[in-house]
């Protein structure tokens, strides 16, 4: 292949100077661009360093007070479990003494009570009667209670207390509000 430079002698040598000339200041202007993106990119490293610093101490002040927090969470969970179940003895204190307040209003002249027992909402009463139409009279009256939701006469037996013949029984149900 052939070259062919049409540019008189007199404008090569110039041509060249400003080739150089201009590629020497295309060269220095990248540098100076280049040097100002460093550092630029260098300046905003160490300000997003500085600011993951201060956001690290700041979760570490503010573990501090997420500690606290939780211990203040589980307290109060603590202390609400306490309260409920307070509330839960207390409900069920008034709900024995309602039964015992009642229960007089409920026997017959002929039927006492021996024994009372309670646990969560089950109650079994024990006692004793001169005739057996007196027990089932008892459990009739007991299953019409409102807070006494199941009646059951367990167990009905001939005893000889004192010399006297007795019917001994046990009622179990269940109670609620």
């Known amino acids: 292949m ?3 430079n049409l540019l008189p002698k007199a404008f090569r040598k110039q ?10 200041i295309l060269f220095v202007l990248n540098i100076v661009i280049l040097g100002f993106l ?7 490293i160490d300000r997003y360093q500085r600011l ?7 979760i570490a002040s503010l573990q501090k007070l997420r500690q606290e927090y939780q211990l203040l969470t589980n307290e ?3 202390m609400e479990r306490r309260l409920s179940a307070i509330n839960s003895l207390k409900e069920g204190r008034a709900l ?12 017959s002249e002929n039927v006492w009570l021996k024994t009372y027992k309670r646990t969560e909402n089950q109650f079994e009463l024990e006692g004793r009667s001169v005739e057996n139409d007196s027990i089932s009279d ?3 009256a007991m299953a019409k209670v409102p807070y006494i ?14 010399g006297i013949n007795l019917k001994k029984f046990i009622i179990q149900g269940t109670v609620g509000l």
Do not use: C, H
């Open 2 to 4: 052939i070259k062919i």
């Open 15 to 24: 041509a060249k100077k400003y080739g150089w000339f201009l590629f020497a």
């Open 38 to 44: 460093y550092q630029k990119n260098t300046s905003d």
């Open 52 to 58: 993951i610093e201060g956001r690290k101490k700041e």
């Open 76 to 78: 109060r969970k603590e």
């Open 96 to 107: 024995s003494a309602r039964i015992l307040f009642d229960m007089p209003a409920l026997l």
């Open 138 to 140: 008892l459990v009739d």
């Open 149 to 162: 939701k199941t009646v059951e006469l367990k167990r009905v037996e001939d005893i000889n207390e004192a």
